[in-house]
């Protein structure tokens, strides 16, 4: 079945460093892909749509500049923490959909990473 | 506005008895609808789906869930709980680019409820 790979799963870092975290569709490819930030009592946020060849598209109140998003290829997007603080210590989550399935538009399930944890110090 | 929610923080049922978590939804168009089940520390797996044809969904593992349009209700079942089934469990609904302005159909989630089943 359809694998996304997320690296690293956990990871400290000081403030103000940047961290980046790498999303993997193994074994199809993935024109588009989601970010996803989970806080701790559980609620999952959408952060962005990551566009494969283009801009991400940013959810209302995600700070694009705080959290950088390349899909440089069909395979793999990148998410950039930068100059991170503590308050942005959560679990991030990638996810991805599978180009060029039959369907309905938004009928096909997203194939998740384990997802990253971030604890900025 | 779109919206998805899951009304109950925690499930709390006996190993063998019948399981229910809580989801409804508020769509534009013909809902599509999904379940996930998150473990700790790990992403979400799929558990089932609706998007058209039967109300009664079958997914993986034994759960269930059934669709009611009027009620705008999809709720995930289980006729007999295990210990492993407790986890994290997420209702999702699609939301067409018309309805945000975006370019993509995406996916939004309830806050999430957590089940835990008793020995």
């Known amino acids: 079945g359809a694998v996304v790979s997320q690296h690293p799963s956990r990871v400290i870092c000081k403030s103000g460093t940047s961290v980046k975290i790498e999303c993997r569709s193994l074994?199809?490819?993935?024109?588009?892909m989601f970010w996803y930030r989970q806080f701790p009592k559980k609620s999952l946020m959408l952060m962005a749509t990551s566009n494969e060849g283009s801009k991400a598209t940013y959810e209302q109140g995600v700070e694009k500049d705080k959290f950088l998003i390349n899909h440089a290829s069909l395979t793999l997007s990148t998410l950039t923490v930068t100059s991170a603080h503590p308050e942005d210590s959560s679990f991030y989550i990638c996810?991805?959909?599978?180009?060029?399935?039959?369907?309905?538009?938004?009928?096909?399930?997203?194939?998740f990473g384990a997802g990253s944890r971030l604890t900025v110090l | 506005a779109q919206s998805v929610a899951q009304p109950e923080d925690q499930v709390n049922v006996a190993e063998g008895n019948p399981l229910t978590v809580k989801c409804t939804y508020s769509v534009s168009g013909n809902p599509y609808l999904f379940w996930y089940v998150q473990y700790p520390n790990r992403g979400l797996q799929f558990l089932l789906k609706y998007i058209t044809g039967d109300n009664l969904v079958k997914g993986s593992y034994g759960f269930e869930a059934e669709f009611n349009k009027s009620q705008t209700s999809f709720h995930l079942k289980k006729p007999s709980a295990l210990v492993s089934d407790s986890a994290l469990y997420f209702c999702a609904v699609r939301v067409r680019p018309r309805d945000y302005g975006g370019a993509t159909n995406k996916l939004i989630f309830g806050t999430g409820t957590l089940l835990a089943v008793q020995p």
């Open positions: 074994d199809f490819q993935a024109t588009t």
């Open positions: 996810s991805a959909r599978p180009s060029g399935l039959a369907g309905p538009p938004g009928a096909n399930v997203l194939t």
